[in-house]
């Protein structure tokens, strides 16, 4: 009788939808490895059980996965705010420790091995502490984020990852950090600071595909339209010609001098070389400060491997058509003729086995929960919870947004995982923790935190 009350608070508001649906998830992420390694005559049982394959470690990740997530679902939601920016702390740490001890892994210093072949990103764990410690401060009474203040130290705390995380030569991993900017928008972010972000995307972009001097003039000419059509407003404002002139100035400045210095100088070759090949055009490494200094570098982009990746992958996903090749039965992932088919391409073997409809199906599964994440973030009574809801449900989609993209060619190869798919120990560790506690705050939604 004891035993059954005990089972009954343990298991009393957690919402078991989104443990299933993680379940779910899980579940196709082993099967997507299995199909891509499996190689025929040997006996399943003992290769899922040797723990030498890849899928058999990714069952070994799980099992460790499950243990972790009964842990924070026994453990009192007070815990995590009052931890939370002592985590992150511990989290900024861990990456400051990879410089030291840290392993290099393809070219990027972000891992700390763990012995028996296991390794752990830092920057993978730390999207949990960062979501916790954005949760805690914009959730404290003292917090008014209408004013620059607050927002300056919202960013920093979301941006201070992202820095070390460019530093180890992940820009991947650093980019997802940039999706908290969703969640402070959520909780009033001036809507103009994501119109000037976008907008600065977009000059970029357009600095990559249109010859500079055609874009010089064409941005010349927007803002004398400008001016010309805003004849009476700059009477009564007399600083906006001076505004127009401004925003012109920094336009032109950007596309002529600091979008070409930050690809020749600041990324490395085979980066600049990723994100031209984005938008059909070859980048000259010539031009490139590292690829002078490297010739590893040079060699690399002569062998164009991300074009060879995203064509690759590009077959794979358009091999299977309609309604796909079926299990075990792709030419393209099981000939192995896709790189990091497992990892960052772990969808092109979906594309391939199951089609247009297997994957639109799959993307349905990701789509259904990010909509209950959303639900349950505006169920909340705590604004720790909510905040710490949608930081969840940006970071996903994020991750599966340009995971998805990147295989089939609309965004540059960034070493982006598929959440909850592609193999790896610190990533499915840390989804799994970022979801976990999301269903644990939830189960105590009436509760308050701060």
């Known amino acids: 009788m004891t035993n059954s009350k005990n089972n009954k608070k343990i298991s009393q508001g957690i919402d078991w939808v989104i443990v299933w649906t993680y379940a779910v998830l899980v579940a196709i992420g082993i099967l997507c490895i299995f199909m891509v390694e499996f190689k025929p005559g040997i006996n399943i049982f003992q290769s899922f059980i040797a723990g030498k394959t890849n899928y058999s470690k990714q069952l070994i990740f799980t099992s460790i996965c499950v243990v972790v997530a009964m842990f924070i679902l026994l453990a009192d939601s007070k815990l995590f705010t009052a931890f939370a920016n002592m985590m992150y702390a511990f989290g900024m740490l861990l990456m400051l420790a990879t410089f030291v001890i840290g392993k290099n892994i393809n070219g990027s210093k972000s891992w700390i091995p763990l012995g028996g072949g296991f390794n752990l990103q830092p920057a993978e764990i730390c999207k949990i502490f960062t979501s916790l410690a954005l949760a805690k401060f914009l959730s404290r009474q003292e917090t008014d984020f209408s004013k620059l203040r607050s927002q300056i130290i919202g960013g920093c705390i979301a941006l201070s990852p992202a820095i070390l995380s460019v530093l180890q030569n992940e820009t991947g991993l650093a980019l997802v950090y940039f999706s908290f900017f969703i969640v402070m928008y959520r909780e009033g972010l001036p809507p103009a600071l994501l119109i000037i972000g976008f907008s600065f995307a977009a000059l970029v972009i357009a600095t990559l595909i249109v010859d500079p001097n055609i874009l010089a003039l064409a941005l010349t000419v927007i803002a004398g339209a400008t001016i010309y059509f805003t004849k009476r407003a700059r009477k009564r404002n007399r600083n906006l010609l001076v505004t127009i002139i401004a925003i012109w100035a920094i336009c032109v400045s950007v596309q002529r001098f600091a979008v070409p210095y930050i690809f020749n100088n600041v990324f490395?070759?085979?980066?600049?070389?990723?994100?031209?090949?984005?938008?059909?055009?070859?980048?000259?490494?010539?031009?490139?400060?590292?690829?002078?200094?490297?010739?590893?570098?040079?060699?690399?982009?002569?062998?164009?491997?991300?074009?060879?990746?995203?064509?690759?992958?590009?077959?794979?996903?358009?091999?299977?058509?309609?309604?796909?090749?079926?299990?075990?039965?792709?030419?393209?992932?099981?000939?192995?003729?896709?790189?990091?088919?497992?990892?960052?391409?772990?969808?092109?073997?979906?594309?391939?086995?199951?089609?247009?409809?297997?994957?639109?199906?799959?993307?349905?599964?990701?789509?259904?929960?990010?909509?209950?994440?959303?639900?349950?973030?505006?169920?909340?009574?705590?604004?720790?919870?909510?905040?710490?809801?949608?930081?969840?449900?940006?970071?996903?989609?994020?991750h599966i947004v340009v995971n998805v993209c990147m295989t089939i060619g609309l965004f540059p190869i960034i070493g982006i995982t598929l959440p909850l798919i592609s193999y790896g120990g610190s990533s499915l560790l840390s989804f799994t923790i970022l979801l976990f506690i999301l269903v644990r705050l939830d189960a105590d939604r009436q509760m308050v935190l701060r």
């Open 268 to 398: 490395q070759c085979y980066q600049s070389t990723r994100i031209f090949s984005m938008v059909g055009k070859d980048y000259d490494c010539s031009q490139n400060k590292s690829a002078l200094r490297r010739v590893a570098d040079k060699e690399k982009a002569a062998k164009k491997p991300d074009d060879y990746n995203v064509r690759q992958s590009k077959i794979a996903i358009g091999s299977g058509g309609l309604i796909g090749k079926g299990f075990l039965k792709g030419t393209q992932t099981r000939g192995k003729y896709v790189p990091e088919q497992h990892t960052d391409f772990i969808f092109t073997s979906i594309g391939e086995a199951f089609g247009l409809v297997g994957s639109a199906l799959f993307l349905g599964v990701y789509f259904f929960l990010l909509l209950r994440i959303i639900n349950l973030a505006e169920k909340q009574r705590s604004t720790f919870s909510r905040v710490y809801a949608y930081c969840v449900a940006s970071i996903l989609f994020f």
